[in-house]
C-alpha cells in the first residue's frame, strides 16, 4: 500500500511471501521444539475452510474491482488499529505469562476454555488473512493470548507462525489463481526476508513480553491509520 501497489495485489503477494518466510522460522522454531502442534491443528481446522469460503467470495466479486479494493483497504486498517488497542492494553495492564513452564502445566496452559473456541477464532482469522493478509501473525497472537493465556509468549509466537504457513500458503494460492499475484514483488521480498527470520526467532525469547507488545501497538496503529486515511 505504501509503494503505490494496488490493494489486491499488495494482499496476494504478501501471503505467499508469509508462507515462506514462516516456514523457515517454523522449521527453526520446531528444532527447538517450541511449537504446540495441537494448537495449530485446532486453529486450522476453523481458518482453512473459512479461507477457501472468503476465496470463492472474492472470486465472485472480482478482486481487482475498486469496492473490493475498498472493503479490503479499510477493514485492513481497522484490524490493524484493533489489534494494536489490544496488544497496548495487554503490555500495559495485562498480567505476564511465564518465560518457561513445566510439562504439566504445558498439557493445562494448551487446553483451550472450550473445544470450539479456537475453530470459531480460526475461522474468523482465516476470513480476515485471505481479505487482508493481516491476522496470520499480530492478530493471531492477541487471539492464541485470549485463549491460552498462561501460554510462554514464545511459544504463542511459534503455535502463530507454524499456523500461518498452511493458512497463508492456501491464501496466497488462491490469490495467485485469480491473478492477485505480483511475482517480481515477490522474489525481491523473499531475498531480503530469510536472514531477519532467523535472526527474529533467537530474539524473541531473550525479549521481555512488554516490550515487543508495546513496539508492535505503536507500528500496527501507524498502519492502521494511513491505510483509513487512504
Avoid: C, E
Avoid at 514483488?185 to 531475498?191: F, I, N, T, Y
Amino acid at each position: 500500500f505504501f509503494f503505490g501497489i494496488k490493494p489486491h495485489l499488495a494482499i496476494g503477494t504478501d501471503l505467499l511471501f508469509a508462507a515462506f518466510t514462516k516456514l523457515g522460522g517454523t522449521v527453526s522454531l520446531a528444532r527447538t521444539r517450541m511449537v504446540d502442534w495441537k494448537i495449530v491443528g485446532q486453529t486450522a481446522a476453523g481458518s482453512i475452510p473459512a479461507s477457501l469460503a472468503t476465496l470463492y467470495a472474492l472470486h465472485l466479486a472480482g478482486p481487482a474491482s475498486p469496492a473490493t479494493q475498498a472493503v479490503m483497504t479499510t477493514t485492513l486498517g481497522l484490524a490493524l488499529l484493533l489489534t494494536a488497542i489490544a496488544m497496548l492494553y495487554k503490555a500495559l495492564y495485562g498480567k505476564s505469562a511465564p518465560r518457561a513452564i513445566s510439562a504439566a502445566d504445558l498439557a493445562v496452559a494448551t487446553r483451550a476454555r472450550h473445544w470450539s473456541l479456537p475453530l470459531l477464532f480460526g475461522a474468523v482469522i482465516g476470513s480476515l488473512v485471505t481479505l487482508t493478509s493481516v491476522g496470520a501473525g499480530a492478530i493471531g497472537v492477541i487471539v492464541l493470548m485470549l485463549l491460552y493465556p498462561a501460554l510462554p509468549l514464545p511459544r504463542i509466537v511459534a503455535a502463530d507462525i507454524a499456523h500461518a504457513v498452511p493458512l497463508t500458503l492456501v491464501a496466497g494460492l488462491g490469490h495467485a489463481s485469480i491473478g492477485s499475484v505480483d511475482w517480481m514483488l515477490l522474489a525481491k521480498l523473499l531475498a531480503g526476508s530469510l536472514p531477519g527470520i532467523w535472526l527474529g526467532t533467537r530474539l524473541v525469547s531473550s525479549t521481555p513480553d512488554r516490550w515487543i507488545r508495546s513496539l508492535l501497538s505503536v507500528l500496527l496503529a501507524y498502519a492502521g491509520v494511513k491505510l483509513i486515511a487512504l
